[in-house]
């Protein structure tokens, strides 16, 4: 269960889940892994919590029943969940009077408790993670200036912490991450917030696992609710699942092992749709990539170099990190920008085609859907901030990505739930460098963007105004750094995995495909109401 980085919670909302089958919460459960479900306030329903437990054997913390405090330790990082804010201003010994000793929410109090069951020994002060979904931020409507509920309970139990503690909230989505700040008895409190809830896009929601070290840092990744159970397969959305159950084929096992003959005698599912459902669940349940031609993966006689690019969001204003891995030599190099600033925004870019110039006469680059971001961005920024090499760009650099070869050109199927670099190579068994931190692509992002709304690169101080404004967190540049290589080494490993797939032989054919009906005349794929197409940046994070 246990990431080498930390402890992973499951965080989820009970309507992602009000008609999921057993045997898909079975697969959400074997898929995200996690140490701990929490279980998010909102849409509380006492009916799936009941099927979490009996499916999951680890703790699944919910709103139901008592309102109380209680801690969960897993792997040495330890998580205090409180169900009213209330009561944590009783557990750190300053109690705020309530009628009748019932909560905001309508919920009778209950002594303070832990996981060891004594309602007598205290609160603990050294938690790494507080879960609390009485947190949520208010903006007031006049002065516009943002506040958070429950702040001055968090400040002082902040300043009786032994170290600092995360505050966490069902009540934001998982993408939430600001530090907000108070003063207690004269001393600045830093008040670290994380979102747990669902990441709210196009479609399903997405079901949110959040990777926790002991240090406070927190590694996003999500899956969207849809794509559990028979729906993780591609052309398979509800109904077409409902029609597959109907004939027996109720596990993606079995949809691999089906004669296609049988697929394409179920309503709706035609040749290619069958063979397509097939090939998806062949990838997905034998952890491999299905190859579909047998076309080679470019580049075909030069020497990979593979690059990643980390902005401050997928509309980029700068371009602060470049890592580049060689495995013919076997070195990993990058170029960072640690003086932020909107003014010179090509550092990184200058000095990264400095280094290429002198080290490549004909460098081949490969990123991960490197011609919907990496590629067009570098060209831009090469062309605005580096002129200088515009030639050598266009004449000498040839660029290649992996991703649009398998799945935009149709030359292979990936098994990940999603097509997100970390999730394919997870799917296909690589780990990840235990050496990183736990964090993600979005939350760095997020970070640097608010880093650049200060004066010349620096922390804007009070940007709502108040000792209880909202900050970004310190920027680790060595963590990410080593996040950047182990991006471009997880890219190495999932390119290696393609290259070497062998071509689907057999009933499936081995051709160049052009004839699934959900293929457009432009050759990219479109997401319908029953299909689980994956393409578009909204699977990319920058």
């Known amino acids: 269960m246990t990431d080498a980085r930390g402890a992973n919670l499951l965080a989820l909302g009970c309507d992602a889940?009000?008609?999921?089958?057993?045997?898909?919460?079975?697969?959400l459960l074997e898929y995200a892994d996690p140490d701990l479900v929490y279980v998010v306030r909102d849409g509380a329903d006492v009916r799936v919590t009941s099927r979490l437990r009996r499916a999951f054997d680890g703790p699944v913390v919910d709103p139901d029943g008592p309102a109380t405090c209680h801690t969960v330790s897993v792997s040495g990082v330890t998580f205090a969940f409180v169900d009213a804010i209330e009561l944590l201003e009783d557990a750190i010994g300053?109690?705020?009077?309530?009628?009748?000793?019932?909560?905001?929410?309508?919920?009778?109090?209950?002594?303070?408790?832990?996981?060891?069951?004594?309602?007598?020994?205290?609160f603990p002060t050294d938690v790494d993670y507080l879960v609390c979904d009485d947190l949520e931020p208010v903006t007031d409507r006049v002065t516009l200036e943002a506040t958070l509920d429950g702040r001055e309970a968090i400040a002082r139990y902040q300043a009786r912490s032994r170290g600092e503690t995360v505050f966490c909230t069902g009540?934001?989505?998982?993408?939430?991450?600001?530090?907000?700040?108070?003063?207690?008895?004269?001393v600045p409190i830093r008040l670290p917030v994380r979102g747990l809830g669902p990441i709210r896009r196009?479609?399903?929601?997405?079901?949110?696992?959040?990777?926790?070290?002991?240090?406070?840092?927190?590694?996003?990744?999500?899956?969207?609710?849809?794509r559990i159970g028979l729906g993780a397969l591609a052309g398979v959305g509800p109904e077409t699942a409902d029609r597959l159950r109907d004939r027996g084929y109720d596990s993606r096992m079995h949809v691999a092992e089906a004669p296609i003959a049988d697929l394409r005698s179920i309503d709706g599912i035609g040749e290619s749709t069958a063979r397509r459902i097939r090939r998806s669940a062949r990838a997905i349940e034998e952890s491999c990539v299905v190859r579909r031609t047998d076309e080679s993966v470019p580049p075909v006689d030069g020497?990979?170099?593979f690059v990643d690019i980390e902005t401050d969001g997928l509309q980029p204003t700068i371009v602060w990190l470049i890592g580049v891995y060689d495995?013919?030599?076997?070195?990993?190099?990058?170029?960072?920008?640690?003086?932020l600033s909107r003014s010179n925004p090509g550092t990184a870019t200058r000095a990264f085609l400095e280094w290429l110039a002198a080290e490549y006469d004909d460098p081949e680059l490969v990123a991960w859907n490197g011609y919907g971001f990496d590629f067009v961005h570098l060209e831009r920024f090469v062309a605005r901030y580096a002129p200088e090499y515009r030639e050598f760009w266009a004449e000498r650099v040839s660029?290649?990505?992996?991703?649009d070869w398998a799945i935009r050109r149709d030359h292979a199927v990936l098994p990940g739930r999603t097509n997100r670099l970390e999730e394919v190579a997870a799917a296909l068994g690589y780990t990840r460098d235990i050496g990183v931190d736990a964090i993600d692509g979005r939350t760095l992002a997020k970070r640097i963007r608010r880093r650049l709304e200060g004066p010349d690169g620096t922390e804007p101080t009070e940007p709502h105004g108040g000792s209880g404004c909202a900050t970004d967190r310190e920027i680790d540049w060595e963590n990410a750094r080593k996040y950047c290589e182990a991006d471009v080494r997880e890219l190495a490993a999932v390119y290696d995995a393609i290259a070497n797939a062998k071509p689907t032989a057999g009933t499936d054919g081995i051709g160049r495909a052009t004839g699934d009906a959900e293929r457009t005349a432009g050759g990219t794929s479109n997401r319908t109401a029953d299909s689980t197409a994956q393409t578009g940046l909204g699977d990319f994070e920058p």
């Open 171 to 186: 009540s934001l989505p998982a993408s939430y991450d600001y530090v907000w700040r108070d003063v207690v008895d004269g």
């Open 17 to 27: 889940l009000d008609s999921t089958t057993e045997r898909a919460l079975e697969d």
């Open 94 to 122: 300053e109690p705020k009077p309530s009628a009748d000793g019932i909560d905001d929410g309508g919920r009778k109090r209950s002594a303070v408790s832990t996981d060891t069951g004594d309602d007598t020994e205290p």
């Open 202 to 226: 196009s479609g399903a929601a997405e079901l949110a696992r959040l990777t926790c070290d002991g240090a406070g840092s927190i590694a996003v990744s999500s899956v969207p609710g849809d």
């Open 399 to 403: 660029t290649n990505d992996p991703y």
């Open 327 to 339: 495995p013919a030599r076997d070195r990993y190099v990058d170029f960072v920008d640690t003086e």
């Open 303 to 305: 020497n990979p170099l």
